[in-house]
């Protein structure tokens, strides 16, 4: 598949980096050769420095035979713009970086499919949505949902009072097989599992289950239930803004920012909520604002570095959640070592839903990024392919891999080694990244 990246920034230079693996064909455009510098010669990859708006540089790359061109320039003029001028020459799905939730409405997104934009892409409300539901199952570190919810894959941060620690995964205290260990990270290091290994002190497990089974993995993982009902926020960016607006109703949201204009706009804009002029930083504001009463602390400013120590004073405060935005992919492995809860970076949100978009164009296959070097994917199995020629546990499926689940005829069921695949099947499998192009010939 041709694909032609707009914008070698963090989110285009990242999106570039993580299809090149997929043997993908990539183009990354850019004005500024410096960014283009900095992708490094070992990924499969071709740079072209030139306009995202230019005729010319649009031919000299291919646009005609583009089966996907992705805008994510910091400017959403332009990104509109150099899509519908895509389209029109030629590339057959255009997605468009915004800033704006007006693109969202229904009624504007059909101008601007007309206009030759597909896709739009609004990092801040992946980002507001993915705040939520971190809230919402606030024992997990990760949660996602396949088939409507009936599948679920769920990330947990194991501490001491779990029954898990230390046991052997073929030995877990358990009487049914009502959930698959898809995958463990243990610090920076991504492990698909097998019955040999064993869970330690602060690793994130993730599970594939279903929602009849979820209170079973958290009461296994040590972990209560918790309403979360009051957020104090610091920082009075685009994320908080949206995060407030999309779910005032939901929380009691309170605002901390350190710009009194800010303030001033946001108190106008979001009336039901609380909007403080103040410095988040100052351990002295946090406690004249009675941050011990909150169930959540979300640092969510342009600095990375002080929402990470800010989620930490936080904790220290008593705060059962904090959530850092970290928007330095480089901080990202300290951050999730740390005893500071969730992170959210709205670049990974970003790239990973394009690349669902860009997979989601074959039908058969759908799939959705959980790690930084790990995927999900759901897999087709056709007519006579070689996962069918016996059950799981004779298969010697290659390294780097795990069949976590199934969907046969509507009907959601976990895989286990006497699990037997069938043509029309689909498989949901957990594989680190890079390594999927060689597993799907299993399904072929």
């Known amino acids: ?100 939730s007006e693109f969202l409405i229904p009624d504007n997104r059909q101008i601007i499919r007309e206009m030759g934009i597909d896709f739009v892409i609004y990092p801040e409300q992946l980002a507001a949505i993915d705040i939520a539901n971190s809230l919402s199952h606030n024992w997990s570190r990760y949660w996602g949902e396949l088939h409507n919810g009936e599948l679920l894959l769920i990330g947990v941060k194991i501490h001491d009072n779990s029954v898990l620690l230390n046991v052997k995964l073929k030995d877990l205290p358990v009487t049914s097989h009502d959930f698959h260990i898809a995958a463990i990270k243990r610090k920076n290091e991504t492990i698909i599992p097998n019955g040999n290994d064993e869970i330690l002190p602060d690793d994130v497990v993730y599970f ?39 779910f005032n109703d939901k929380f009691h949201i309170k605002i ?22 103040g410095d988040g930083r100052d351990i002295e504001v946090l406690r004249e604002n009675n941050i011990y009463q909150y169930d959540a602390f979300l640092a969510l400013t342009d600095s990375s570095e002080t929402n990470i120590l800010t989620c930490l004073t936080a904790k220290e405060f008593g705060v ?15 951050a999730e070592n740390l005893n500071i809860g969730n992170t959210v970076n709205k670049k990974l949100l970003a790239s990973s839903r394009i ?60 895989v286990n080694g006497n699990t037997q695949i069938r043509e029309g099947d689909y498989v949901v499998v957990f594989s680190l990244m890079g390594t999927l192009q060689k597993i799907e010939k299993w399904f072929n």
């Open 1 to 100: 598949m041709k694909i032609i990246i707009a914008g070698a920034g963090e989110v285009g230079s990242h999106l570039a980096k993580m299809l090149s693996k997929e043997n993908q064909d990539i183009t990354l455009i850019d004005s500024d050769q410096t960014k283009l510098d900095v992708i490094d010669s070992n990924y499969n990859l071709m740079t072209w420095n030139g306009s995202t708006s230019s005729f010319e540089d649009l031919r000299e790359i291919g646009i005609k035979e583009a089966d996907l061109y992705i805008a994510v320039t910091p400017y959403e003029t332009r990104n509109l713009s150099t899509c519908a001028i895509a389209k029109k020459m030629g590339a057959k799905k255009t997605v468009a970086r915004i800033d704006n």
């Open 208 to 246: 594939i289950t279903t929602p009849p089974f979820v209170d079973h993995v958290r009461e296994l993982c040590g972990k209560k239930k918790r309403a979360i009902k009051k957020a104090l926020i610091m920082g009075g960016g685009r994320i908080a803004r949206r995060f407030a607006e999309l």
């Open 355 to 414: 690349y669902k978009i860009l997979l989601d164009a074959d039908e058969s296959d759908s799939r959705f990024f959980v790690l930084s070097d790990a995927e999900v994917a759901e897999i087709y199995v056709r007519p006579g392919a070689k996962i069918t020629k016996g059950p799981v546990k004779s298969l010697r499926l290659p390294f780097g891999m795990t069949l976590a689940a199934l969907v046969r005829d509507s009907e959601v069921m976990l």
């Open 320 to 334: 059962p959640k904090t959530i850092a935005e970290v928007e330095n992919l480089q901080f990202l492995g300290l």
């Open 256 to 277: 901390l920012d350190t710009n009194m204009s800010v303030c001033e706009q946001l108190a106008t804009e979001l009336p039901d909520c609380e909007i403080v002029y």
